[in-house]
């Protein structure tokens, strides 16, 4: 599976941002894609996931009523769309891609990675 992730930018605090996700090279209905997130010093956050067999959606607390997850008919691309954004979202952001038996919402268990899109939210 390879995994492109863009879309990340300078955006002021109560801004928004959508983030994309294209996926290609395997049966992506056997696969749950996600959003994690990197600070400096701090380790890899998981934000949200989308099962792509069936769209079912998953958020970290920081996230619900926030962020919303989602993917293009063809389920090629996976979306992030961030609102009402904070300046303790700055972040690098990945997606990642794991076998839909696999734990969605944990850095080391992704088989596979998309480079990182950095989002600055700063006024």
């Known amino acids: 599976v390879q995994l492109q992730a863009s879309g990340g930018g300078l955006v002021q605090p109560g801004g928004s941002l959508r983030l994309s996700c294209v996926a290609s090279?395997?049966?992506?209905?056997?696969?749950?894609i996600g959003w994690f997130r990197q600070s400096p010093g701090q380790e890899r956050e998981w934000i949200s996931g989308?099962?792509?067999?069936?769209?079912?959606?998953y958020y970290a607390d920081s996230a619900k009523g926030r962020f919303t997850i989602s993917r293009d008919s063809d389920k090629s691309t996976v979306y992030l769309q961030m609102n009402r954004l904070q300046t303790e979202d700055t972040a690098a952001y990945y997606c990642?891609?794991?076998?839909?038996?696999?734990?969605?919402?944990?850095?080391?268990?992704?088989?596979?990675w998309g480079r990182g899109t950095q989002v600055t939210v700063s006024s």
């Open positions: 090279g395997a049966t992506l209905d056997e696969y749950v």
């Open positions: 989308i099962d792509m067999a069936d769209g079912t959606t």
């Open positions: 990642a891609a794991v076998e839909s038996d696999g734990d969605y919402d944990r850095a080391d268990e992704q088989d596979y």
